[in-house]
């Protein structure tokens, strides 16, 4: 996995933001804008409108960027005390096949400046985009802010397209990030779901492919 990431994605550290860490790449709002979060604000009611249009943004950016026969890694990972581990019944690996979960590699380091913390990481590889329920991880990405709404995703998943050199991040209910090796390999996802893309870094991501 790392020897892939140094080929593909040279001096990449597998951490967010990755749309501003790395030069190609598209970074989407996935909590729709025209949509409340709360349907009650007074009464703490959520409006569950607003996380099925979350998910259904990510899913379809996810399906521009990732076919079903596609080669990929999922990366997820959490930060806890050393004792604190990542089961083969945590959420995230339950999402992909029984067949594919025998590719899980399992890594821990210390995290720096920390008090006893460490980046405990679950690799999955070898296994193709149609072994992963990406629909259910998003679900759960999406509601990660709101404890109300199960499941609830405590950690963060990274999804490596290998055959296409793409990395997919849902980071939580407001983006999505998608950064690739090469700018070619962005060129449908940015036309298919170019609505999506943030204003805020609309003009730059354009310059990448206007005036080709």
């Not at 703490?44 to 979350?54: C, S």
């Not at 259904?56 to 581990?85: M, P, T, W, Y």
């Not at 590889?125 to 509601?143: D, H, K, M, P, Q």
Request: charged fraction near 25%.
């Amino acid at each position: 996995m790392n020897s892939y990431l140094q080929n593909n994605f040279k001096g990449l550290e597998l951490a967010p933001p990755l749309f501003y860490t790395w030069p190609t790449g598209i970074r989407f709002e996935i909590g729709a804008p025209e949509v409340d979060v709360w349907s009650d604000l007074k009464n703490g009611v959520l409006n569950a409108h607003y996380f099925e249009k979350a998910i259904q943004r990510a899913v379809s950016i996810c399906d521009a960027a990732f076919s079903a026969s596609d080669e990929v890694d999922v990366v997820f990972e959490i930060i806890g005390h050393r004792r604190r581990k990542i089961k083969m019944k945590s959420y995230v690996l339950r999402q992909i096949t029984d067949s594919a979960r025998k590719h899980v590699s399992f890594a821990s380091r210390k995290v720096e400046d920390s008090r006893g913390l460490y980046l405990k990481t679950a690799y999955v590889t070898g296994v193709t985009s149609r072994e992963v329920n990406y629909a259910n991880i998003f679900l759960s990405i999406v509601n990660t802010d709101f404890p109300q709404r199960k499941p609830s995703l405590r950690g963060r998943c990274y999804f490596v397209n290998r055959t296409k050199g793409l990395i997919l991040h849902l980071y939580d209910d407001r983006g999505l990030d998608v950064i690739a090796s090469d700018r070619s390999a962005l060129k449908e996802i940015y036309v298919r779901c170019n609505d999506w893309i943030l204003n805020h870094d609309k003009p730059k991501i354009d310059a990448l492919f206007l005036g080709e």
